[in-house]
């Protein structure tokens, strides 16, 4: 089988800058593949190669077997893309949007009134009253109304809120299902972990790690600040992937690596008041990473 995605050495240069550098990936078909990286790192470049966007210093790509450069068109056609900023006709109505695109890969999409209902969109309004967060979800119709082989998605939830959110990712299950690939750009663990089956992470333009989702959690550090009903005992808190970082009084602060079950379990046996556990920074994790590896990339 044929990987749906596959890079071999693809670099873009600006000038003295870096784009991205030396990417090898690859791409299972049917798997949803996290495109892991802070804001910078090379992600939307990536992406805009793949789609012949921007041509490469030097390198290859694949799309289901086909190079992104000599066979573009053929390879748009397989594709449902969200970009980072969609554009659209402001004077015309969703569903128009949507017939546009059907047209052009010759294909109608059997769910588009079932999808636009999930997602809370009118698709009889003009694109000029939508909301920020409504041309998204209209962009994320306009990627699925082909019925694509692989969708490409560039931080696509981030103007979405929470509820339309979590419908998003169920209707990604369900093109999984049915054998889509997906490509998914992002900058947030959560999400990633939440519907991803593999992770690259990339940083100032290099693929740093290919790894399991699991594996990406046990990367993981957070920050947890602890209250007790009396003075805390920072021998208490002596635990693997645990390191005290302030404690004063009733309060402790934890940098907490990895797994948390084992500290989550300890901390019933102690009289806690109060826990604040934020979700994980990605810049921690980055960091607590890269130091693993001795800084190297």
């Keep these: 089988m044929d ?5 071999l050495g693809l670099t873009k240069l600006y000038g003295q800058a870096r784009g991205i550098q030396d990417l090898d990936l690859q ?3 049917g798997e949803v593949f996290g495109f892991l990286g802070p804001n910078g790192s090379g992600k939307t470049t ?7 966007l921007l041509q490469p210093t030097r390198g290859s790509a694949t799309i289901m077997g086909m190079d992104v450069v000599t066979r573009s068109v053929d390879v748009r056609r397989v594709c449902g893309v969200v970009s980072g900023e969609p554009a659209f006709f402001e004077s015309l109505s969703g569903r128009a949007h949507l017939a546009m695109t059907q047209s052009y890969h010759d294909k109608g999409g059997s769910r588009t ?14 694109v000029r009253s ?6 998204q979800k209209l962009a994320i119709l306009q990627a699925l109304a082909h019925e694509p082989q692989l969708l490409i998605l560039d931080e696509p939830t981030g103007a979405l809120d929470p509820l339309v959110q979590r419908e998003f990712y169920k209707i990604l299950a369900e093109e999984k299902a ?3 690939t997906v490509f998914f750009s992002s900058h947030i663990l959560t999400e990633v972990e939440r519907i991803c089956d593999r992770v690259g992470i990339i940083r100032e333009g290099g693929l740093v790690a290919l790894l399991d989702v699991n594996d ?3 990367q993981q550090v957070r920050s947890m600040a602890v209250t007790l009903n009396r003075d805390v005992d920072p021998t208490e808190f002596q635990l693997d992937g645990v390191e005290v970082v302030h404690y004063e009084g009733r309060y402790i602060e934890l940098k907490v690596s990895g797994d948390v079950g084992a500290l989550i379990q300890h ?3 102690l009289p806690v008041e109060n826990i604040v556990f934020p979700e994980a920074s990605l810049e921690d994790t980055f960091t607590e990473f890269y130091a693993g590896r001795g800084g190297e990339e």
Excluded at 46 to 52: A, P
Excluded at 113 to 126: I, K, M, S, Y
């Design 178 to 180: 049915r054998g889509v």
């Design 3 to 7: 990987n749906a995605i596959e890079t």
């Design 46 to 52: 990536t992406i805009r190669l793949l789609l012949n």
């Design 130 to 135: 939508y909301s920020h967060g409504n041309k």
């Design 267 to 269: 901390l019933a046996t």
């Design 216 to 218: 990406l959690h046990k």
């Design 113 to 126: 009134d079932e999808l636009a209902t999930r997602l809370g969109l009118d698709l009889d309004r003009p």
């Design 27 to 29: 791409v299972r078909q």
